[in-house]
C-alpha cells in the first residue's frame, strides 16, 4: 500500500484528490489533513483534524503516520487577503512547506507541492517550468519562496504549477469562475469581465490526475499543469455562457484598469506544456472540452 498524505483535503483539490485516489483503495492508504471537521462528505479514508501552523504538532503526526507521499494542496488562496496579512501568508505558504520538507528529508518522504502562474510577472505568457519568476503579488512571492525551499532541499519533491483552478467538489468553500459565471448568468444577472488578462484555467479532476501521475511516476522537479489554450479572461466567460447554454450578451468586457484589486495579476500568464506533455505523458485538453466533461459531472 502506497500511504499518502493530503493537506487541505476540504479544499477544492484536496477533495477532487480524495475521490480520486479512494478509486484505489488497494492500492492508496489515504490521509486527510484540514482544520475543523471533515467536510469533504465521505468518510472512507483517515481523516485528521489538525491546523498545519502547529508545527511541532505536524511534524509528530506526520511521524506517526510514516507515509510515502505527501500532496501539499493547503494553503492560503485568495490573493487580495495574502497582500493585506503577509504574516499569515508566510506561515501557512512558507513556513508550513519548509516544515513539510524537514519532516520529509527525516522520513524519507516524497512530497508533492502546489504552486501557481502568480509567480510570473505576466509580461510574456506562455511560460515554461525554466522561466525566471518575478511576482506581482506577495501571494506569488510566498509561492516563490516555497518554490526555492524545495530546490534548495535534499528530498524528493515535485511542484505543480496550476492556473485559475475550477470544478465542484461536495463542500465549496468559495465558488471559482466557471460557477460563478455560470450562477449569474443563470439568474439573469449582466457581468463584467476583465479582457485584459489571459489565463490557461485548469479542471481540478485534471490538477488531481496531475498529482497522482507524479506520485505514479515519481516524477521530481517542476511541471507545469493547466489547460492548453491561452484565453482573455473574457473569452473564458462566453465559453462558459456557450457550453452552459447561457445568454452571452449579459456578459460585458472591462479592462482591468478599471478593478480597484488589492494585489496586482499579472495580465498574461498560460503555460509551455511541452515538459508535462513529453514526462508527465500528460497532454491537457482545450478549456472548452474540459468544460463539456465538467457539465457531464453536474447532471
Ligand atoms: N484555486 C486556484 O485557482 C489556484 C490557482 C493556482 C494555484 N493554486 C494552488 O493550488 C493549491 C490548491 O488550491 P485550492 O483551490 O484547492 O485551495 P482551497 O480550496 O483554498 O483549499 C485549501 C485548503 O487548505 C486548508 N487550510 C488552510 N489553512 C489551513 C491550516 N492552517 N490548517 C489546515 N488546513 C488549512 C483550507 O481549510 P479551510 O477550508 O478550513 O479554510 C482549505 O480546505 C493551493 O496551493 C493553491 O495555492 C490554486
Given at each position: 500500500m502506497i500511504k499518502v498524505i493530503i493537506t487541505g483535503s476540504n479544499?477544492?483539490?484536496?477533495?477532487?484528490?480524495?475521490?480520486?485516489?479512494?478509486?484505489?483503495?488497494?492500492?492508496?492508504?489515504?490521509?486527510?489533513?484540514?482544520?475543523?471537521?471533515?467536510?469533504?462528505?465521505?468518510?472512507?479514508?483517515?481523516?485528521?483534524?489538525?491546523?498545519?501552523?502547529?508545527?511541532?504538532?505536524?511534524?509528530?503526526?506526520?511521524?506517526?503516520?510514516?507515509?510515502?507521499?505527501?500532496?501539499?494542496?493547503?494553503?492560503?488562496?485568495?490573493?487580495?487577503?495574502?497582500?493585506?496579512?503577509?504574516?499569515?501568508?508566510?506561515?501557512?505558504?512558507?513556513?508550513?512547506?519548509?516544515?513539510?520538507a524537514e519532516v520529509s528529508e527525516e522520513m524519507n518522504i516524497h512530497l508533492i507541492h502546489l504552486s501557481t502562474d502568480f509567480i510570473f510577472?505576466?509580461?510574456?505568457?506562455?511560460?515554461?517550468?525554466?522561466?525566471?519568476?518575478?511576482?506581482?503579488?506577495y501571494y506569488g512571492l510566498s509561492k516563490v519562496k516555497s518554490e526555492n525551499l524545495l530546490l534548495n532541499s535534499k528530498i524528493d519533491y515535485t511542484i505543480l504549477r496550476t492556473i485559475l483552478v475550477y470544478g465542484k467538489v461536495f463542500s465549496m468553500s468559495r465558488s471559482n469562475i466557471v460557477l460563478w459565471v455560470k450562477s449569474m448568468l443563470a439568474q439573469g444577472k449582466q457581468?463584467?469581465?476583465?479582457?485584459?488578462?489571459?489565463?490557461?484555467?485548469?479542471?481540478v479532476d485534471d490538477l488531481a490526475l496531475a498529482c497522482k501521475i507524479s506520485m505514479d511516476k515519481k516524477?521530481?522537479?517542476?511541471?507545469?499543469?493547466?489547460?492548453?489554450?491561452?484565453?482573455?479572461?473574457?473569452?473564458?466567460?462566453?465559453?462558459?455562457?456557450d457550453v452552459f447554454e447561457l445568454d452571452k450578451s449579459l456578459i460585458k468586457p472591462i479592462s482591468s484598469t478599471t478593478l480597484?484589486?488589492?494585489?496586482?495579476?499579472?495580465?498574461?500568464?498560460?503555460?509551455d506544456l511541452s515538459k508535462t506533455n513529453k514526462v508527465l505523458?500528460?497532454?491537457?485538453?482545450?478549456?472548452?472540452?474540459?468544460?463539456?466533461?465538467?457539465?457531464?459531472?453536474?447532471?
Open positions: 479544499g477544492l483539490l484536496g477533495q477532487s484528490l480524495l475521490a480520486l485516489l479512494l478509486k484505489e483503495k488497494n492500492k492508496y492508504q489515504v490521509f486527510g489533513f484540514s482544520r475543523g471537521k471533515n467536510r469533504s462528505g465521505r468518510d472512507d479514508f483517515n481523516y485528521v483534524s489538525i491546523d498545519l501552523t502547529q508545527k511541532e504538532n505536524l511534524k509528530k503526526t506526520i511521524r506517526d503516520i510514516n507515509p510515502d507521499f505527501i500532496i501539499n494542496t493547503a494553503a492560503m488562496t485568495l490573493v487580495d487577503d495574502c497582500e493585506i496579512d503577509k504574516e499569515t501568508c508566510d506561515l501557512l505558504n512558507v513556513d508550513v512547506v519548509q516544515w513539510l510577472d505576466g509580461e510574456q505568457g506562455y511560460y515554461k517550468e525554466t522561466d525566471q519568476p518575478n511576482p506581482l503579488s457581468i463584467t469581465i476583465v479582457n485584459d488578462q489571459f489565463r490557461m484555467p485548469t479542471y516524477a521530481t522537479g517542476i511541471y507545469h499543469i493547466s489547460s492548453k489554450e491561452l484565453l482573455s479572461v473574457f473569452e473564458i466567460a462566453q465559453q462558459v455562457a480597484n484589486q488589492t494585489a496586482k495579476r499579472p495580465p498574461k500568464t498560460g503555460f505523458n500528460f497532454y491537457p485538453k482545450s478549456f472548452k472540452e474540459d468544460l463539456q466533461r465538467f457539465k457531464e459531472t453536474l447532471r
